[in-house]
C-alpha cells in the first residue's frame, strides 16, 4: 500500500487517458455491460476489480476498440477508438492473453510485433525485453516460455507502440507467488516511469498494492469509483468493544453521538466511529460505571469491502462487524 501511487493523480492537460461514459454491452438478454461510466487520470494505476464474469475483459475490449458498445462512449486522450486511429496511438495492451508464435523465439516474435507499426517500434525491442527482464531469454521460443514469461513478452510487445497508457487485462492472474511479484514489480516501474495504467483483476491484494485508484464492478454494474483511501475511509472504523458492565455499555453507545451502526458480535459490542467520537465514548462509559476491558479497532480491508459491494446486502459480512460504508448506498 505504502509503495502505491498517490490518490490524487498529477493535475494533467488535455483530455483524461480513459473517460467512459454509460458503456454497455448486450449479447442477446445478457447485458455483459451495465452502464459503466469511470474516468482513468494521467499517472494513475486503475484497478478495474470485480469477479469473474462480472464483464471487465469485454469493457477492455471496447476501451480498446476491439467490439463495438452497444451503448455509450469510449474516450482515450478524447478520442474514440472505433472512429480514429490515431485514438490508439498512445494506447497498447491485450485482453485475456496475448498471442506469439510459439516455434519462433521471443525476439523475432517482438520483431514481427515491430514491423505492424514501422521502423522505430523495431529500436525499442531491446530496451522492451530489458524492461520485462527477457533479454536472457529473448533467443528461447516461445513455446518454452512459462505463462509469466508470455505475459511479459506481451507487455514487452505493448512497449515497443511507446504508448502512453497500458491497458492489461488480468495481468497477474495464473502466474506462480514469483510471477505475480515480478508482475507487480514491472508494473510499478512502468507506473513510475509515467506510464498510466489500467488493470482488470479479481485478485484485491493486487489492486490494493498497486493502484491508487479503483472501479469495483458486479455484474456490468459499477459499485464504487474512486481512490481506494477513501473507500477505507467512507467505511469508517469499526471497533470492538467489551466492558464490565456491557448490558449498560450498550445503551450508552446506542444513545451516543458520533457511534454507529452498533451491534453485539460474538460476545462483544461492535460500532463503527471516528476517533474523536470513541474518546467520547471512554468518557461516557467511565460515567455510566462500564468500564472498558477492551477496545480495539478491526481495520478494513479492501477484502470486506470488496465482498460487501460485490455480494448480497452490501453489508459487510464473514462474521465480523465492520462498517457500513455509507457513501456507497448512492452509487448501489
Ligand atoms: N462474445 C460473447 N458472447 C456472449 N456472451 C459473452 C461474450 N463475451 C462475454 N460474454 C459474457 O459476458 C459476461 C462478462 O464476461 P467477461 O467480460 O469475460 O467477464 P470478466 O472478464 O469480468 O470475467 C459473461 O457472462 C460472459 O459469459
Ligand atoms: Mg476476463
Known amino acids: 500500500m505504502t509503495d502505491a501511487p498517490p490518490d490524487a493523480a498529477p493535475a494533467s492537460l488535455g483530455p483524461a487517458p480513459v473517460e467512459v461514459r454509460g458503456l454497455v454491452k448486450r449479447y442477446g438478454e445478457l447485458e455483459a455491460v451495465a452502464g459503466v461510466d469511470l474516468t482513468v487520470h494521467a499517472g494513475d494505476v486503475y484497478g478495474y476489480l470485480g ?9 477492455l475490449r471496447m476501451m480498446l476498440g476491439l467490439i463495438r458498445p452497444t451503448e455509450g462512449t469510449v474516450r482515450l486522450f478524447g478520442r474514440d477508438p472505433l472512429e ?19 516455434y519462433l523465439n521471443g525476439r523475432r516474435n517482438l520483431e514481427l510485433l515491430g514491423s505492424f507499426d514501422g521502423g522505430d517500434a523495431r529500436e525499442r525491442i531491446e530496451q522492451a525485453l530489458e524492461t520485462v527482464e527477457l533479454s536472457d531469454r529473448a533467443k528461447d521460443k516461445v513455446g518454452g516460455y512459462s505463462h509469466g514469461m508470455r505475459q511479459r513478452l506481451g507487455i514487452a510487445g505493448a512497449l515497443l507502440r511507446n504508448p502512453k497508457l497500458l491497458l492489461l ?16 514489480l514491472l508494473i510499478r516501474r512502468l507506473a513510475e516511469q509515467g506510464m498510466t495504467v489500467m ?19 458486479r455484474s456490468g454494474k459499477i459499485v464504487y469509483e474512486g481512490a481506494i483511501a477513501d473507500l477505507k475511509r467512507s467505511a469508517g472504523a469499526t471497533y470492538w468493544l ?28 461492535a460500532f463503527t466511529a471516528d476517533d474523536a467520537a470513541v474518546a467520547e465514548l471512554s468518557q461516557a ?9 477492551m477496545l480495539t479497532p478491526q481495520t478494513v480491508t479492501l477484502e470486506d469491502l470488496f465482498f460487501s459491494l460485490t455480494e448480497g ?20
Open 169 to 184: 487485462d488480468e495481468p497477474a492472474t495464473g502466474l506462480d507467488p514469483a510471477g505475480m511479484r515480478d508482475m507487480r
Open 242 to 269: 467489551t466492558t464490565t458492565n456491557d448490558e449498560r455499555a450498550l445503551a450508552v453507545c446506542r444513545a451516543q453521538p458520533g457511534i454507529e451502526g452498533v451491534r453485539t458480535a460474538h460476545g462483544r459490542i
Open 199 to 217: 488493470l482488470s483483476s479479481h485478485l484485491l491484494a493486487e489492486v490494493e498494492e498497486l493502484c491508487n485508484r479503483v472501479a469495483i464492478v
Open 51 to 59: 469477479p469473474n464474469g462480472a464483464g471487465k475483459t469485454t469493457s
Open 84 to 102: 480514429s486511429v490515431q485514438a490508439l496511438d498512445d494506447v497498447a495492451g491485450f485482453v485475456e492473453a496475448p498471442t506469439f508464435y510459439p
Open 285 to 293: 462509559l467511565i460515567e455510566a460505571r462500564a468500564l472498558i476491558q
Open 313 to 332: 446486502d452490501g453489508i459487510v459480512n464473514g462474521g465480523r462487524p465492520a462498517g457500513e460504508p455509507a457513501t456507497l448506498e448512492a452509487s448501489r
